[in-house]
């Protein structure tokens, strides 16, 4: 049995300093005074990778609190402070935490502030997005009955427009929608090659460049591709 004042002056929750999960000190797998604090972990895994490096652990730290919670030790994580509580996280990833909002380097996603608000605070992604989508909508249905008009019987629009004019009007459609829309996907894409962390935004971003840059190129230069590609015309189909 503790002493009742050490047991008093456990907190009713701490952060594991390696995986950032939420420990109960009474439940916790193992605890460590390091620097004059204890620390309490969820495994033995994470204490004894905290024993081999504490400094390296405290670093990666997605946040530490003081086993008294009437204090806040001024312990650094990532180079910000604990007390602030503007930071954000990941939410697949917690081990990357910023000063100011951004995208996670791992999987490109936004992060979110870590302190949980109760005031209605605008999201500016969720405002940008909206306005692209909204946009892309507006520009997609137009496009996505051209494309599909082979398909209704008789097919009246190819007696009213030529094909190969409704192939520029699918181009126009098409790329401020692809460009302008898309373009948040297509930066996460090269970041994650960059940071050498393959994520969906490479797999969004890679599909829709190959389409459209196939479609531009066919439209462009259909001469280029073997007759095999080419409809009576002389076109080459494209996937706008």
């Known amino acids: 049995m503790l002493p009742q004042k050490q047991f008093e002056d ?19 797998a193992g605890s460590f005074d390091y620097d004059g604090q204890i620390y309490y972990f ?13 400094e390296s652990s405290l670093k990666q730290a997605v946040q530490i609190t003081d086993p008294r919670p009437t204090a806040v030790q001024p312990q650094q994580t990532a180079g910000i402070p604990v007390g602030d509580s503007r ?7 917690p081990q990357i935490v910023r000063d100011k909002p951004g995208n996670c380097p791992i999987c490109g996603m936004a992060l979110e502030p870590r302190t949980v608000s109760f005031a209605d605070e605008e999201n500016p992604e969720l405002v940008d997005m909206t306005r692209r989508f909204w946009v892309g909508v507006v520009l997609t249905v137009p496009l996505l009955l051209i494309a599909m008009s082979d398909f209704v019987p008789g097919n009246p629009l190819e ?3 030529s094909m190969r ?3 520029w009007v699918q181009f126009v459609l098409a790329t401020p929608v692809v460009i302008w829309g898309g373009w948040p996907f297509f930066v996460r894409g090269w970041q994650s090659i960059m940071n050498r962390s393959l994520n969906m935004f490479t797999l969004i971003g890679l599909g829709v460049a190959v389409a459209y840059v196939f479609s531009v190129i ?3 230069f259909p001469e ?3 007759s095999s590609f080419r409809d009576a015309a002389g076109g080459v189909p494209v996937y706008f």
């Open 42 to 54: 969820c495994s033995t895994h994470c204490l004894n990778k905290f024993k081999a490096n504490p």
């Open 165 to 167: 004019s409704l192939g």
């Open 224 to 226: 280029i591709f073997p």
């Open 218 to 220: 066919a439209k462009l």
């Open 159 to 161: 007696r009213i427009v």
């Open 10 to 28: 456990k907190p009713d929750a701490a952060i594991d300093p390696v995986c950032g999960m939420t420990v109960q000190p009474e439940k916790a």
């Open 87 to 93: 930071l954000y996280t990941c939410p697949m990833h």
